[in-house]
């Protein structure tokens, strides 16, 4: 038997490989990954490191997703983080958006268009791509109501 050779190529991921054992993974593919996201549809990094993001001044933050943008006609946004804290939800992508935004931030929410809508236990954030729907949104689920956050295609969000 020979001597090992690493094997160099570039990667593009497409995605983890549950059903074949680790020498039987392909290339493109990852048998475990940790610490790891997918900011670009074919690509991975690290995960940042536990740092402050963003003093929204409230006392509990127990929610925070992002929502990624793979529609590249859209050049004004990319992504954005949902977060959920106390009873209001958030949404921007940096700190000055979520908390220099009174006009934006924290979201108004129905029915009533109060700012302090939810219960404030944390919430189930899916991802969604409707059928026929040029850009993803995030489907925000709270015990006392369902609403969905994101941008139409004509919205110019600030950054």
């Known amino acids: 038997m020979g001597e090992f050779q690493r094997k160099t190529a570039g990667f593009f991921h497409r995605g983890i490989q549950w059903n074949r054992s680790a020498d039987k993974v392909p290339d493109e593919q990852i048998l475990y990954g940790r610490n790891i996201r997918v900011p670009q549809q074919g690509t991975i990094t690290q995960r940042p490191g536990n740092t402050t993001f963003s003093n929204l001044g409230g006392t ?7 929502l990624n943008n793979f529609n590249t006609t859209l050049v004004n946004f990319d992504f954005t983080y949902v977060i959920g804290q106390d009873t209001s939800l ?3 992508k940096t700190n000055a958006i979520l908390t220099n935004t ?3 931030n924290p979201v108004k929410l129905p029915p009533s268009g109060s700012t302090n809508t939810l219960s404030g236990n944390p919430l189930t954030l899916v991802d969604m791509d409707p059928v026929g729907s040029p850009v993803g949104w ?12 994101g941008y139409y295609p004509g919205d110019t969000p600030t950054s």
């Open 60 to 66: 509990f933050t127990h929610s925070i997703a992002r």
């Open 138 to 149: 995030k489907y925000v689920g709270d015990s006392n109501l369902m609403l969905k956050v």
């Open 102 to 104: 009174p006009t934006q």
């Open 90 to 92: 958030f949404v921007g």
